[in-house]
């Protein structure tokens, strides 16, 4: 769908060569954004990003990990110097690795922690300062997960990631509310993307089954979110996470009912 809500907005939009990141950037820039796509992998934001231009928009790549400090200043840089300005940063690149509490090393924790944790902070941080110096507002997005509200076993470092990125995104309302800058959170639930069905190819069945609206969640479903966080008319939305996950956090999983149906 394109309608132009986004004309004249610039973007930045990490890990996004493919998955959830892919289908924010694709639609910010269907729908009018100039956007900066970021991705670890140099191969995989060429080629994503020359997908997005190859329908007509305005895309450039920017290959860099976020755990690296001056990486996501120079992509706030990179965007105000090819664009102009920037209005819109979504710190999306998180990496999942999973494992059990007991054998968990501190190389695990600390990847987890540097992509995840540093990356959303500090890329958060060299956007608002590029926001206030411009004085028009501008909307921060981090990617949570249902899994920062739900413990989900061998994602204990994960897990606490993602709830600090709701804790920050409420934090950052006190600093960032006065320069008109919103910050908010998306926590997706099982979405079917490239990585997980690495780890496992019937993710999408497995996965479903647990979900109460049957199904697994689209890298779609959550740009669609993501855009009303971003759109001008979200500007009273802020310190706020959206959980998009087809009803799985709203259930507990229960013993046989036969009681209750045999009554
Ligand atoms: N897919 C899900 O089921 C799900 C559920 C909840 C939350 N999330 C969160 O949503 C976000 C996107 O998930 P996804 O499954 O689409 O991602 P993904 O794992 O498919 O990765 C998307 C892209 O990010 C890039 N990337 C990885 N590390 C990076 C880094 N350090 N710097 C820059 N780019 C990097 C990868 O190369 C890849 O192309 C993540 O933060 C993830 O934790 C995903």
Known sequence: MTNGSFEKKVA??????VGIGYAIAEQ????????????????VAEEAAGQIRAAGRICQPF?????NVETVRGMVAEAVKLFGRLDIAVCNAGLTVWGDFFEYTQEMFDRVMSVNLRGSYFL?????RQMREQGQGGRILFMSSVTGHQALQYLSAYGMSKAALEMLARNLVVELSPYKITVNCLAPGATTTPRNLVDDPNYDTVWGKVIPVGKVGKPDDIAQA?????????????GQTLIVDGGWSAISPSPSLD?????
């Open 124 to 128: 958060a941080q060299a956007a608002a």
């Open 259 to 263: 009681f209750v149906e045999k009554k």
């Open 63 to 67: 290959a860099g990990d976020v755990a």
């Open 226 to 238: 993501a855009l009303f966080f971003l759109s001008d008319g979200a500007s009273q939305v802020t």
């Open 28 to 43: 910010l820039a269907l729908q009018g954004a100039s956007v900066l796509l970021n991705d670890v992998d140099k191969a």
């Open 12 to 17: 930045i939009v990490t890990g996004a060569g």
